[in-house]
């Protein structure tokens, strides 16, 4: 209980009654019951708070990752616990030349499509950022292609890839930019390439709205005085947004490595994988292994084979993270 | 004894129970009761969307039927094929979930361990429906026991159109591949290549290209399972015939298609033939409208269907197989065998394979002879299509490491990374070393 409340108030009207209700605290306080008095304590109370959050992470996230680790260690199939096998299952993908394949196009995928979505998304989140008619139209109209179901639209990029009735090719056909049709999905050189591009188209809105989030922050007087002193738009951009901006940029981009770098249904409707294992992804590949093979203990070990390389990712960007907070 | 005079207990006693426990569901119709369950009992089973909606109408007429015949719910939840897998992992994992699901493939030597043995149901359908063809059984028997119930299969053939081989002076379809490969030039040159998918799909990529390995006498094993057999003349020259092939007869652009890409450049009148179950000429027939010929012609009027010419080892198909499984975890096992007896029974199967009209044909020989085949000619090379049905992991058994294999893409991708420009032998040797991580 605390002083303020135990502190008598002394004279002024209604003092006796007041006084009279003092004196029954002293009573209230005796009479707390031991859930009561416990709760008082902050460690426990605090302890009893976050509870519910360590349940939820630990059936939720735990559990999962330790029984994912766990199977990728066993010879696991469905209907089958197997048996210990220690790290078999990671010596035999790491001979594997498909997983080879999905850990190489994971990468390349994941750096293209991030660094092409965080300039598209930089370049959009600037021009929303300016005054113009319309601007609120265009900026929800901008979050289209990210809360339309990825399956839906990718399925609409599937269309707009066909091999036969490709409007994209339709359009440079009849412009007369190519005399027989690309194959988008088709040809191993290119698919890996239109499933890039449509990573980006997909994940370009999450990054311009958050950096125009982060844009409004920077004080306009900044820009101004630096205009005054003669600064070119670049200038501005490069010696104050960009500094300004790199908290948030380095969060969001954290962000997108994680998602882009486990992307599974884009890649998934798109091509499953193929043509000949030309645009397979670590979660493809592990999905084909643990679902369609049955092979449970050897799809957690391709799915888990992610986790150093982000871990090492996701430290390296924690730690620019904090430096730059830091400066 | 007057059956409203008795209490649940008795009746569960005297009738049903007894019935059912004893003589299946020939004891049940005898008994002219339905059997009793514990109260409320309901029985799930999941399958895929049919293809052909009429057929699936017929089964969600039937179960109101079943219910009443075994005195419980049971209910049919149908999904897109390509998730029964996922479902079938989350099933299994969990323990709950469908007392009976549709299995695909070779799934029951993958889910052995998980599924009931249901040697008595397949083994009385396959004896009064004629026997079942050895790929069906060969599929669903594991070891000493059936862990599903042969079903149906969606049959292979490849879909021509009839006017653009006259044309090229092909009166009847090839009989050989080296023929189907001059008339597919000659096609192509016109502008109407023969469309086959390379890609990672689910359907048409195997089908085609197992199929395509065995006719030149390429296996993936010996018969014991293990030994690898990939890396052969056999195998080299049909990867060798397969780039030539591609090259002077096929639609390019089929490296990626789906299982659907074939059927819409077919019915847009982009393709001349496509391996195919007879999904094309079914929906030509279901929208005759609006799918024409270039000279106007209704499209399903100039469609025909013809089994794979043959290699030099002869012709081969994989075609899909379709069987029942009870799962280990139901708590409803008897009563799902009941229900499989009932549902594979030729009163019921009956109505189901006619409104397929060919498109499922069915997994025991009696079915050839059903008076349907006289109905459309169009469909009447399925009705034997199952006879040159051959399985994954040939000449071993199909079982997981065919499946890996298979699921993988191995084969499909040996010919797709050759007709992309690498060498066949390589291809071959790279799918051979691919191969021997999985059987050895």
């Keep these: 209980m605390s002083e303020a409340r135990r502190r008598p108030i002394a004279g002024g009207a209604g003092g006796a009654t007041e006084a009279a ?93 991030t660094v092409g979505k965080l300039t598209l998304g930089m370049w959009l989140a600037l021009l929303l950022n300016r005054h113009f008619r319309g601007k609120r139209l265009v900026r929800a109209s901008m979050l289209l292609p990210f809360i339309v179901p990825t399956v839906l639209s990718t399925f609409a990029w599937k269309w707009m890839f066909d091999p036969t009735f490709s409007v994209l090719n339709w359009t440079l056909y009849h412009f007369g930019f190519i005399q027989t049709r690309i194959g988008w999905l088709t040809d191993p050189a290119m698919a890996l390439g239109s499933v890039i591009v449509v990573n980006i188209w997909r994940g370009m809105p999450f990054y311009a709205i958050t950096l125009l989030a982060g844009l409004q922050t920077v004080n306009p007087e900044l820009h101004e005085a630096a205009a005054l002193d003669g600064a070119t738009a670049w200038q501005r951009f ?33 091509t499953g994988g193929g043509p000949a294992n030309a645009t397979h992804l670590f979660a493809t590949y592990a999905y084909q292994i643990g679902i369609n093979t049955g092979l449970l203990g050897e799809g957690a070990a391709v799915s888990l084979a992610m986790f150093p390389m982000l871990f090492i990712i996701v430290v390296i960007q924690l730690w620019y993270i904090r430096r730059v907070e830091g400066a | 004894m007057d059956a409203e005079g008795l209490n649940r207990r008795k009746f569960m006693t005297i009738s049903g129970a007894a019935a059912a426990a004893t003589v299946g569901l020939e004891g049940i119709l005898a008994a002219r009761q339905a059997p009793a369950h514990a109260q409320g009992t309901k029985l799930h089973l999941l399958r895929w969307n049919d293809f052909v909606p009429a057929a699936d109408e ?77 790929a069906m059984t060969e599929l669903c028997k594991v070891g000493s026991s ?25 009166k009847e379809f090839p009989k050989t591949w080296q023929q189907y490969r001059e008339v597919g030039t000659k096609l192509k040159a016109k502008g109407y290549p023969i469309g086959q998918t390379a890609g990672h799909t689910f359907g048409d990529a195997p089908v085609f290209w197992y199929s395509f390995m065995w006719a030149f006498g390429g296996k993936e094993v010996e018969k014991d399972g293990r030994t690898v057999a990939l890396n052969s003349k056999e195998t080299v020259e049909s990867v060798k015939f397969a780039v030539g092939f591609w090259k002077d007869a096929c639609d390019e652009g089929g490296l990626a298609w789906d299982d659907s890409n074939n059927n819409r450049a077919f019915l847009s009148g982009t393709i001349s033939a496509t391996i195919n179950g007879a999904s094309i000429y079914v929906e030509s027939l279901r929208n005759k409208d609006k799918y024409k010929t270039e000279k106007g012609a209704l499209m399903h009027t100039d469609i025909l269907h013809a089994p794979n010419p043959a290699g030099p080892a002869g012709v081969f198909h994989l075609h899909a197989p379709f069987s029942h499984a009870v799962m280990g975890y139901s708590k409803n096992q008897k009563l799902a065998k009941d229900f499989l007896r009932w549902l594979h029974g030729k009163e019921q199967f009956e109505p189901w394979f006619v409104a397929q009209k060919g498109f499922s044909v069915g997994s025991t020989t009696d079915w050839e002879k059903h008076k349907m085949w006289d109905l459309d000619p169009v469909m009447l090379p399925y009705r034997t299509a199952a006879r040159a049905f051959r399985l994954y992991g040939y000449a071993g058994p199909p079982g997981r490491a065919a499946s890996e294999a298979e699921s993988k893409y191995i084969i499909t991708d040996m010919y797709a990374k050759a007709i992309q420009g690498m060498k066949p032998e390589d291809s071959v040797k790279w799918a051979e070393s691919e191969l021997k991580k999985i059987y050895t």
């Design chain 1, 21 to 113: 209700r003092l004196t029954t605290l002293p009573r209230e306080a005796t009479s707390m019951g031991p859930i009561a008095r416990l709760l008082e304590d902050e460690r426990v109370l605090g302890f009893l708070l976050l509870v519910p959050t360590v349940v939820l992470l630990g059936l939720f996230i735990a559990y999962p990752f330790v029984k994912g680790v766990w199977l990728s260690l066993t010879s696991a199939t469905v209907g089958n616990p197997g048996q210990f096998l220690g790290l078999s299952n990671y010596i035999k993908i790491w001979n594997d030349s498909i997983f080879q394949r999905a850990a190489y196009n994971t990468f390349v995928y994941t750096a293209i499509a």
């Design chain 1, 238 to 270: 490069w010696r104050i947004t960009w500094p300004l901006l790199l908290p948030v940029t380095m969060v969001v981009t954290l962000f997108s490595v994680i998602q882009t770098f486990a992307d599974f249904q884009l890649v998934y409707v798109l």
């Design chain 2, 58 to 134: 017929v089964l969600l007429k039937q179960m109101p039927e079943a219910s009443k015949a075994l005195g419980a719910e049971v209910t049919l939840e149908r999904i897109n094929a390509n998730d029964l897998q996922a479902r079938i992992t989350a099933a299994i994992s969990s323990g709950s979930g469908p007392d009976i699901i549709h299995v695909l493939k070779n799934w029951p030597h993958l889910y052995e361990k998980s599924l009931v043995d249901v040697s008595d149901v397949a083994e009385a359908t396959g004896k009064a429906q004629g026997g079942f063809y050895p």
């Design chain 2, 146 to 170: 059936w862990r599903a119930v042969p079903h149906a299969i969606v049959g292979g053939q490849i879909a021509y159109r009839k006017s653009l081989f006259e044309e090229v002076g092909a």
